[in-house]
């Protein structure tokens, strides 16, 4: 793929390197390109990193060919929610692992990506740029090259939509508390004074008597934040059995990543990507009477 850029007049005797970096071409890519690829031009004409650019100059250069993988090709079913150059957004079911580890070497969803780009005739790596737990579904966020990945994590914003057990009223309301490690647990977290900053704003979008159903904004990114934080105010997850939830009405923790915002890493466009409700939240949501009253225009 060719980058391409046109010097504005504020940008007159930049040196080009600074010029890039300004436009978020991360150094490692710069470096990359000068020695793994064939370097950039101005005009068509090949141009040093430490060299001036001047106003009206087209800026070109190719990006270099992508890495090897070490992710198997697999026919993992996978749902393209977007798609295009720079980005693609897969709708992950709840009960399929993001990326291979040790206890999920295979099945997962990079293993699904990289068989779709195999089907496809492409080559290409697995770069999710928003990762979320196994039994959560909905959005994720994949970069598409090594240019797109740093714009697109400093753009992403999601919003996920869960239902917690117990009757909040209707509203904003936001629970700011350290999340570290818990000590009985390999996996678990916990507020704690010695745990980092952590922020999660939320809207309760309706609530009946047993479940309520919210829209959670996490400001930080720590693991497990959603989950950890609406024990903490005393409404666990449902399903979340890990923090005080109960499995009786669903059998997984009721978490969906539902809204996606990011910008084009070239124009700084924003894209809106949603996706509903997967049919075990759908019941879950429709037996306590949640789902009536909001809309996604209110996510």
Known sequence: MELRYIVPPEAEGQRLGLFLRARGVTAGLIRSVKHAGNGFFADGVPLHTD????????????????????????????????????????????????????????????????YHLQQAGRTGVFRPVNRIDKNTSGLVLCAQNAFAAPL??????????????????????????????????????????????????YQVLAAGKNHSLLACTPRTGRTHQIRVHMSYIGHPLAGDTLYGGSAAAIGRHALHCAVLWFCDPLTGEQRRIESTLPPDMQTLAYENGLLAGWDFAQL
Request: glycine letters at 10%; a neutral charge; hydrophobic letters at 40%.
């Open 51 to 114: 060299r001036p650019v001047h106003a009206g100059q087209c800026i070109t250069f190719v990006l270099p060919p992508e890495p090897a993988t070490s992710v198997v090709p697999q026919p993992v079913p996978i749902t393209i929610a977007y798609e295009d150059d720079f980005a693609a957004v897969l709708d992950k079911p709840a009960g399929l692992a993001v990326h291979p580890t040790l206890n999920y070497p295979d099945g997962t969803l990079a293993n699904g990506w990289i």
């Open 152 to 201: 697109l994590g400093a753009s992403a914003e999601k919003r996920y939509l869960a239902i917690v057990q117990g009757q909040l009223p209707l509203g904003p309301g936001r629970v700011e508390a350290p999340i570290g490690r818990r000590g009985d647990s390999i996996i678990g977290r916990c507020v704690t004074p010695q745990g980092k900053y952590s922020l999660t704003e």
